[in-house]
């Protein structure tokens, strides 16, 4: 079965402890991209990937890394999490330039 | 700047028709997506265009057109499991981030019995 797959679903921790949440797609998909959403702002994109070892940056990338060594993972890095960091992030893949993003199941992220 | 605009909320009876409306201003137009998201469940991909004029898929129907930059998603016979929020998103990145999507906000749809 396509999908993508992020783990953890939910996490509960406390300022400056670093975490990092997983993302990895069965699709063979080149381009990969991670989002945050809040109410009343929407999906905002965090970090993308083009391919393997290129990344760059989203609109709202300040507190987080990402890194791409292989096609199908895509992690999301938190060195020092924040409360303001608490949200629901999605990891997403597709083929650049067409087709739709195919959207993991989200975590949940409360920073204490 | 890019900016999307839809309806923050919109209320409909089971059976029924309903329209969305969507507006975009984007420095590049790559397509144009519409995606349903239940609440704390991820994005579901329901239709796109990148050409002017009607899809239609089943129950949901989505129009474009790219001159006026708007877009409209028509969902049919209304069912009670219709209740969710739609996204409309703009794939607009450009050439260096070809597969980004900007987003609405959404809008919340209630389908009452």
Known sequence: ?????????????????????????????????????????????????????????????????????????????????????????FCASSNPGFGPQHFGDGTRLSIL | GQNIDQPTEMTATEGAIVQINCTYQTSGFNGLFWYQQHAGEAPT???????????????????????????????????????????CAVRGGGSSNTGKLIFGQGTTLQVKP
């Open chain 1, 1 to 89: 079965e396509a999908q993508v797959t992020q783990n953890p679903r939910y996490l509960i921790t406390v300022t400056g402890k670093k975490l990092t949440v997983t993302c990895s797609q069965n699709m063979n998909h080149e381009y990969m991209s991670w989002y945050r959403q809040d109410p009343g702002l929407g999906l905002r994109q965090i970090y993308y990937s083009m391919n393997v070892e290129v990344t760059d940056k989203g609109d709202v990338p300040e507190g987080y890394k990402v890194s791409r060594k292989e096609k199908r993972n895509f992690p999301l890095i938190l060195e020092s999490p924040s409360p303001n960091q608490t949200s629901l992030y």
């Open chain 2, 45 to 87: 991909f329901l239709s796109y265009n990148v050409l002017d004029g009607l899809e239609e898929k089943g129950r949901f129907s989505s129009f474009l057109s790219r001159s006026k930059g708007y877009s409209y998603l028509l969902l049919k016979e209304l069912q009670m499991k219709d209740s969710a929020s739609y996204l």
